[in-house]
């Protein structure tokens, strides 16, 4: 008896609620150390199963009267038992019942884990049923702390996968962080070193010019200036370059012809390539117009094609291809674009091709693998921050020794991309007579003062304002003006805004916008407006009159 009360968890309940029975069998059971419990009734029973999940619960013994018009309540509450729970149930039975046998076996089967015992009962009958409760019900307890132990180690695993996995963030976010800081490290060190070399000749040429004057050697001083001005382009280029990159320089979109530009190409590109690399072209004949910079496209094909040449010393062939291509559903994922239609060109060489980690980094500034002096490892960072910026996208598809495809992918012009038909702009009008009055505006005095000595000399009217809100109040008064030449970044309202509070007033004004770059707060996508210019710093002085004369002859058309 003492293995029966050590195993013994919770009580057997008893319910037997006509006459003695139930004090009778709970006396038996108690006499050898059983816990027994006497109930009053089937939802008693019930409430003491849902208690805890029926822990304090080990088996019940109930008569067959009890059972009669309740047993529904018991059914239900046991089979809405915890998954390991199966309450030993025993059913005292009445011998020779009367009732058809075969009802009275379906009812009982319907309580699921149950024994009869016939009564009248003898003791050991009672206690070797209890026995068999209590050992049927330990089982379960068992099963029951199996499944906790499970259910246990599974959270801890979650727990352990969900630590597992911040700690691979954070490496992850730090791993970032490094190359993020190596990246930047790569591109300060980049413009640092070549500006240094562009101003160490710009420098030197200046200071020799000075010498040359003092000295008096005046033929001399033509060939420094020569050389000093040279760097600029160089160093403008460069800047260029970068603002490519970052997406920030300023785009004049306009409906290109692939097709047509690459073919304007062919002379210059084959004069480039050399006679060892043939140069041949695959157009698609029903190509859509894209949406683009066409002298920032040319840039890029240039660029693409030098490449070309560079990855085959030995000569080649380089292929120049045009497509259409419909972009849809999981396609847009995988080409990270919007949905629609692209116009694809693509520069085929059959050169050294890259490894998939040259490739990889192809595109960040300054990584290059050519011997210092033959590339800045500009180009294909530029073509990935134009074909960005144009909305679309550049892949490389490269294998070594085979060569190397790079494709760029160009929105298609859309109906209403293009409504303002730009005013093809007149050859260069000489200077009428009557002077022309332009306001020039820019907070760094030297550029301004400059532009403003350059005009003069070429004969305009020039008014120079050093801010947006004196340039406001200018063009505010009556004052006459032909155009407005202004920087964009300036303190407090910026050129652009600008301009466009004054169109409030003078709607037909002409704007020559002069910037270092596109800044985002003037021009969102980096496009210029319809019927606005632009000119990038650093710019030559011929081009400044040029554009203004440019700009004022077409107003008078
Ligand atoms: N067509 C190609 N075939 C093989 N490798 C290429 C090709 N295009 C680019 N690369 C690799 O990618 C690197 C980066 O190219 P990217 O055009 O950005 O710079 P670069 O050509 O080295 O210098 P830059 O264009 O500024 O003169 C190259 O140095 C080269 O290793
Ligand atoms: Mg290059």
Redesign the pocket.
């Known amino acids: 008896m003492a293995r029966d009360r050590e195993q013994q968890k919770g009580d057997l309940l008893v319910l037997a609620p006509t006459g003695e029975d139930a004090t009778v069998i709970a006396r038996v059971l108690s006499s050898r150390s059983f816990d027994t419990r006497i109930v009053a009734s089937l939802t008693e029973v019930c409430e003491l199963l849902r208690n805890e999940e029926g822990l304090s619960v080990s088996g019940l013994v109930v008569t067959e009267e009890a059972l009669e018009g309740e047993a529904a309540v018991l059914i239900k509450c046991l089979e809405d038992q915890a998954a390991w729970s199966d309450l030993p149930t025993c059913v005292l039975i009445v011998a020779g019942n009367p009732d058809s046998a075969a009802v009275r076996w379906r009812f009982f089967e319907a309580l699921g884990n149950v024994t009869l015992l016939a009564r009248p009962l003898t003791v050991e009958a009672l206690l070797s049923a209890a026995r068999g409760l209590l050992r049927a019900r330990a089982r379960q307890l068992q099963t029951k702390r199996h499944l906790d132990e499970l259910k246990a180690a599974a959270l801890m695993l979650e727990q352990r996968v969900a630590q597992r996995t911040e700690e691979l963030m954070a490496v992850e976010q730090t791993l970032r962080q490094a190359q993020k800081m190596e990246a930047i490290g790569q591109l300060t060190g980049g413009i640092a070193h070549d500006f240094n070399n562009l101003l160490q000749v710009i420098s030197s040429n200046m200071e020799l010019i000075k010498v040359r004057i003092r000295q008096g050697r005046m033929v001399e001083i033509e060939r420094h200036a020569q050389s000093a001005t040279e760097a600029t382009q160089r160093a403008a280029a460069l800047t260029h370059?970068l603002l490519a990159f970052s997406r920030r320089q300023t785009l004049d979109p306009k409906p290109v012809d692939a097709n047509q530009l690459v073919s304007d190409m062919l002379e210059l590109l084959q004069r480039t390539l050399g006679p060892s690399i043939s140069v041949n072209t695959a157009f698609a004949h029903d190509l859509h117009l894209a949406l683009c910079d066409p002298p920032q496209l040319e840039n890029v094909v240039l660029?693409?094609c030098?490449?070309?040449r560079?990855?085959m010393p030995e000569g080649g062939e380089l292929r120049l291809m045009t497509e259409n291509s419909k972009l849809r559903g999981r396609a847009t994922v995988l080409h990270d674009l919007p949905e629609g239609d692209y116009v694809v060109l693509s520069?085929t060489?059959t050169?050294?091709?890259?490894t998939p980690e040259?490739?990889a980094?192809?595109?960040d500034p300054f990584?290059?693998?050519?011997p210092i002096g033959?590339?800045?490892?500009?180009?294909?960072?530029?073509?990935y921050g134009f074909t960005r910026q144009s909305g679309g996208k550049v892949t490389?598809d490269?294998r070594v020794g085979a060569?190397?495809t790079?494709s760029i992918y160009l929105p298609k012009l859309e109906g209403d991309d293009f409504p303002v038909a730009i005013k093809s702009q007149a050859p260069t009008a000489p200077l009428v007579a009557s002077p022309k009055t332009v306001l020039v505006i820019d907070d760094e005095s030297a550029v301004r003062t400059l532009c403003a000595e350059v005009l003069r000399e070429a004969g305009y009217n020039v008014i120079e304002a050093g801010d947006g809100l004196a340039g406001l109040s200018l063009l505010e008064s009556n004052l006459h003006f032909d155009m407005l030449v202004t920087d964009i970044g300036m303190p407090g309202i910026n050129g652009r805004e600008m301009a466009d509070r004054a169109r409030r007033t003078r709607p037909e004004l002409r704007v020559l916008y002069i910037t270092g770059y596109a800044e985002k707060a003037a021009f969102p996508n980096g496009n210029v407006d319809p019927g606005s210019h632009l000119l990038t710093k650093p710019f030559a002085i011929q081009d400044l009159l040029a554009r203004v004369e440019q700009i004022i002859a077409a107003e008078k058309s």
């Open positions: 370059r660029n693409l030098i490449n070309a560079d990855a520069v060489d050169g050294c091709g890259m040259i490739a980094k192809a595109f990584f290059t693998t050519k033959q590339g800045t490892g500009l180009g294909l960072s530029m073509v490389i490269s060569g190397t790079v």
